[in-house]
Each structure stands twice: as C-alpha cells, then as structure tokens.
C-alpha cells in the first residue's frame, strides 16, 4: 500500500504586514490545511521549518502553532524540522510534550542513532530530518575568514551533503524513505519573504539528495516548487501570501503518495482562506479606479505623482486595507536625499562604509547581515 504524505511548510505564525496582525489568517489557514490532511486520509504530515515568524514568538502565536500540530496529531502521525526563524531550544523544550502526541521535532541536527532518522514501521516508511544549519554552523569561522567565498561556498555544500548521506545511508528498497530539511537547492526559486542572507549563501545542488529516497519534503522557500531530480524532490512553500514578492504565488500544500523503491507521485491542493496581496501601481487616478479589483486584499500602493502632503492619506481612505503608500517620481520630496539614506538596510549601509574605506570584502558583508539578523531575532 501507498503511504500518503502531507507535506507543508513556512508557515511563519507571527508575521504582520503593515503592522497588522494576521493571527485569523494563519488560524484559518492552518484549519484548512487539517481538512485537506483529513480528506484525504493522509497517514503522515510533514512541516519542514519555520513554523514562528521570529525566534521570539508572541504567545498567541505559540498557541496557534501548538493547538495546529496537536489538531494534525489527531488525524495522522507528524514530523517537524526547525527553519531559520525557529528557535531551537524553544522547540526542543516542547518535544517531549508534543512526542506524547505522536508529533516528533527535530530541532538540531543529530545522527540516526540520535533521533536524526524516525522509523515508521507500522508505515513501512523512514524519515530523515534535517533542521536548518547555517553556514557558521557547518564551516568553522576560520576557514570563512581564510577562504574565498566561492570555496567556503562549496565547502557548506560538501559538509552539508555528507549530512544527508550520513542520515540515508541505512535506507533500503524495502521502505517509502523520506528525507525533509530546510535549506535552499541552487535553482529554486525565492518567493520574495525569506531572509536573504540565508537563502543563496546557503545552498546545495540538487545532486545532493540521493537517488534510493522516495520523497523529499523541503521547506526555505515560500514559492511551491519542484526540483530537477531522479526522486520527486519539492518546496511546499508558505501558506500565506507572506510578502508583496509573493503576489503571484498560489499557495497549497502537497500530497505525496510514495510506495518502497518508487519516486513518490505528488498532488497539488491549493489552499484559499489567505487574504491575497495586491500592488497598485500609477497615477493616483488610474490607482483609484484599480481600488475595487483589490477588494479584501492588502494593498501596496505605488504613485507616479509628485510628493504632496495628505496623499496618503487621500489613498488610505479611498481603498480599505492599504499597508504600504509609495512614490514611483524622482522628484518626491525635497527631503529626498534623507528619505534615500534611511531606507537604506543596514547590510547595504555596512558595505558603503567599506567602500568608502577602501575595502572590497563581500565576506565581512554576509558576516555582518548574519550577526545583524540574529540580533533582531533574540
């Protein structure tokens, strides 16, 4: 018999947009995603990373993503890698818990012998689990010092690879053998959400999976993809539209549906209780007549006007659930070179500082956008 498989993934409970919350969103989301698991009587659920948003997640977050794995532990066993966004100690306090609830967590990476590798024999199924590793955590600091960035690049990639090697190694034709981690395959595409100092720097060929496994469940990436590859190999992508990069995804979940020794075949089920993410762009009327086609989506506005006072203000209340107003003409304002100079991002800002000191080092960049996030995450 087949083993059908739920996989998921980014879920980022916690993310607000134009300072809005969107906790009814996820809740509905999440909600929907338990009735397609239940409609179409999966027998395992897979959610690979960032379940929080931020590593510091509000308790009404926690309680969304807690009430939504124990709502999926009802239907069908459930397996959870930690992403970038999570906190792993956080998540390996609660994994006692949720074990009781036949949800496992792996939230650092561990050998088979560990925990890295679960054994479903009542599935006949084996699954592998690979929590985020970032760079500074697979390659020593002073190689990345005394390297490259090409052969620092490479070397995250080889260690990474033994990694997945090491966790499949005991994968035999008799079992659906399952592989899920987040982490970015070169060639994916980014949904425009995601961190990107942990995307590209951070990526593997696709070659690294190996051929004997039936399904790879990946998660990183919020656009839902499939990768060059023997094996069916696949991003689920967020549930959410999360970021206006994102306005042309169509978000779902998959169904993978694997036998021992066979490429698992995979489904696409759409999900529809996000609201959308619009961008409207032109004058301020041709903005005005394009409101009513972006009814109950949040708006990105984008004016070809010239700066005025109250302009905003006139969009906001033209068209409901406007989260972002901005101006497309060179001539915005004549406080223009100080508006240019605090939209700046703090890594773009380091690196005009070096340049200005003569210093041409795209590593100490990375290094610097690394440390800079892991701060705003604590």
């Known amino acids: 018999m087949a083993v059908?498989?739920?996989?998921?993934?980014?879920?980022?409970?916690?993310?607000r947009i134009g300072g809005r919350d969107r906790s009814e969103e996820h809740e509905a989301v999440l909600s929907e995603i338990a009735d397609i698991a239940e409609g179409n009587d999966v027998d395992l659920i897979v959610v690979s990373g960032d379940l929080f948003d931020t590593a510091s997640p509000a308790p009404r977050a926690e309680s969304i993503v807690w009430r939504a794995l124990l709502h999926l532990s009802g239907l069908a066993?459930?397996?959870?890698?930690?992403?970038?966004?999570?906190?792993?100690?956080?998540?390996?306090?609660?994994?006692p818990l949720l074990d009781l609830h036949r949800v496992t967590v792996c939230a650092t990476p561990v050998g088979p012998e560990h925990g890295g590798v679960l054994d479903l024999p009542?599935?006949?199924?084996?699954?592998?689990?690979?929590?985020?590793?970032?760079?500074?955590?697979?390659?020593?600091?002073?190689?990345?010092?005394?390297?490259?960035?090409?052969?620092?690049?490479?070397?995250?990639?080889e260690r990474m690879k033994a990694l997945i090697e090491r966790l499949t190694a005991?994968?035999?034709?008799?079992?659906?053998?399952?592989l899920?981690?987040?982490?970015?395959?070169?060639?994916a595409l980014a949904g425009g959400g995601e961190r990107q100092a942990h995307i590209f720097g951070y990526a593997i060929p696709s070659s690294s999976f190996p051929g004997h496994l039936s399904y790879v469940a990946l998660g990183h990436l919020h656009r839902q993809q499939k990768m060059p590859h023997g094996a069916a190999v696949w991003y689920s992508g967020s549930p959410l539209q999360l970021d206006f990069g994102e306005v042309d995804d169509r978000k779902g979940v998959l169904i993978a549906e694997a036998s021992?020794?066979?490429?698992?075949?995979?489904?696409?089920?759409?999900?529809?209780?996000g609201r959308?993410?619009?961008?409207?762009?032109?004058?301020?009327?041709?903005?005005?007549?394009?409101?009513?086609?972006?009814e109950g989506a949040y708006v990105k506005v984008e004016l070809d006007e010239k700066a005025r006072v109250g302009l905003a203000d006139e969009v906001r209340a033209a068209i409901p659930d406007v989260v972002d107003v901005k101006l497309k003409s060179s001539e915005q304002s004549p406080r223009k070179s100080?508006?240019?100079?605090?939209?700046?991002t703090g890594p773009e800002a380091f690196r005009r500082y070096l340049e200005a000191n003569e210093v041409d080092d795209q590593r100490l960049v990375d290094m610097f956008t690394e440390l800079l996030e892991e701060a705003a995450s604590t």
């Open 170 to 178: 005991d994968m035999g034709t008799d079992t659906v053998n399952i």
């Open 180 to 187: 899920t981690s987040h982490l970015t395959v070169y060639g």
């Open 260 to 273: 021992p020794g066979l490429p698992a075949k995979v489904t696409t089920v759409p999900l529809t209780k």
């Open 122 to 157: 009542e599935l006949e199924t084996r699954v592998a689990m690979l929590p985020f590793v970032s760079q500074r955590g697979i390659v020593r600091a002073s190689e990345i010092m005394n390297l490259d960035p090409d052969e620092h690049a490479g070397l995250y990639g």
């Open 4 to 15: 059908k498989i739920l996989h998921t993934s980014d879920w980022h409970v916690g993310r």
């Open 338 to 344: 100080y508006e240019e100079r605090t939209s700046v």
């Open 276 to 294: 959308r993410l619009v961008t409207l762009s032109g004058t301020l009327e041709q903005v005005m007549a394009l409101g009513p086609t972006a």
């Open 77 to 95: 066993r459930v397996v959870v890698v930690a992403g970038n966004h999570d906190n792993a100690a956080r998540l390996e306090a609660v994994a």
